[in-house]
């Protein structure tokens, strides 16, 4: 838990010979995965450099960070526990990891190819989240205030060898974090269960032929060296968690230093969305030129467009599944997923299909 102290500052300008003390506040951020992956990256360079930036703009109050990412403090299985419990006062949450705990903030894992566009997506998730009672609920019932929230550029399929046509992934084991296994089914392949941390030692290993994953995890996790082959898919993007603060240690931080903290997790929000959006293409590039030189050198194809639509009906209604599951554990599944499609549709989006028909 974070703790005060009193730093003396120097003089200030207007009044030379007067003193003023900044409050400094001690607190511990951490994340389960390497600060290399962008939205891990973003959490020092824009929500923490923005909550400086801000606090430095009135002079009360400082925060002295201490940092703990990469997995130095905890594994992708308990990044939620670890915000809970105090482990971090400020952590990233990894929902995709959290089905049973979080089982709202899946429901755009349980309707893809609805969206490829990152910053509406993350807006259509901030606006439930501040007006959904039974999404706010889900995430603060487990001592955690969401600060901001994180998403994933384009899924596509990245693989040992070369895939044609969907019929190829017929027996294929490959890689995906999570309920994100659900994708494929309807394929033949079978999803192993992981995460960008684990990917690279699993395709390498033979635990799995390739892995469903993301251009901006993907290029840092350096998974293109055993995974060459890239098949575009356009899968669609997904909500994959917050970043939050431990309710305990929300509660004793001053005004100011909250304010500075929303301000900042909204900047972060908007960037991180931005970022995706705009680094999502030049990251296919970047791994034809670094593994142009390997055998077989990184190779990108794409999935014809018919069975990119066989992908899409072969899938059984898993938006149905899950909301009725959902239902039966006495959430509005059925009422969350028609307003997050709502959402992207009056956003302009155009799903694939509507998973919510006939809810």
């Given at each position: 838990m974070y703790r005060l102290t009193g730093l003396l500052m120097g003089a200030v300008m207007a009044l030379p010979t007067a003193a003023y003390a900044v409050?400094?506040?001690?607190?511990t951020v951490a994340s389960s995965h390497p600060l290399a992956i962008p939205w891990v990256g973003m959490i020092k360079s824009h929500f923490m450099a923005e909550t400086d930036r801000l606090l430095a703009e009135k002079g009360e109050?400082?925060?002295?960070?201490?940092?703990?990412?990469?997995?130095?403090?905890?594994?992708?299985?308990?990044?939620?526990?670890?915000?809970?419990?105090?482990?971090?006062?400020?952590?990233?949450?990894f929902s995709f990891l959290e089905g049973a705990k979080l089982p709202l903030s899946q429901a755009s894992t349980y309707a893809p190819f609805s969206t490829a566009n990152p910053p509406v997506q993350l807006k259509v998730m901030g606006d439930l989240l501040e007006n959904n009672e039974a999404f706010k609920k889900e995430w603060e019932q487990y001592n955690l205030k969401v600060l901001g929230l994180t998403g994933t550029d384009d899924y596509d399929i990245y693989t040992k060898k070369q895939i044609t046509g969907v019929a190829d992934l017929n027996g294929m084991k490959l890689s995906a974090p999570g309920v994100l296994g659900q994708w494929l089914r309807g394929t033949g392949a079978n999803a192993v269960d992981g995460s960008l941390p684990t990917f690279?030692?699993?395709?390498?290993?033979?635990?799995?032929?390739?892995?469903?994953?993301?251009?901006?995890?993907?290029?840092?996790?350096?998974?293109?060296?055993?995974?060459?082959?890239?098949?575009?898919?356009r899968i669609g993007t997904a909500f994959s968690g917050a970043v939050a603060i431990n309710k305990d240690s929300w509660d004793g931080l001053p005004e100011p230093v909250q304010q500075a903290m929303v301000a900042a997790g909204k900047f972060y929000t908007e960037a991180h969305g931005k970022d995706l959006l705009e680094r999502h293409e030049a990251a296919f590039g970047k791994m034809v030129e670094l593994g142009k030189g390997q055998n077989p050198p990184v190779t990108i194809s794409e999935l014809p467009a018919g069975d990119r639509q066989k992908w899409v009906d072969s899938l059984p209604d898993i938006a149905g599944e899950w909301a009725a599951d959902a239902e039966s554990r006495g959430l509005p599944g059925k009422a969350f997923m028609k307003a997050y499609m709502d959402g992207l549709r009056a956003a302009g989006e155009k799903p694939a299909r509507d998973w919510d028909k006939g809810m």
């Open positions: 409050e400094e506040i001690e607190l109050y400082k925060i002295k960070w201490n940092e703990a990412f990469g997995g130095s403090l905890y594994k992708a299985n308990a990044t939620l526990t670890s915000v809970q419990e105090g482990v971090t006062d400020i952590g990233w949450v690279y030692t699993d395709i390498q290993t033979g635990v799995s032929d390739g892995v469903l994953s993301l251009a901006l995890g993907v290029l840092p996790a350096k998974l293109y060296e055993v995974a060459p082959y890239i098949t575009r898919v």
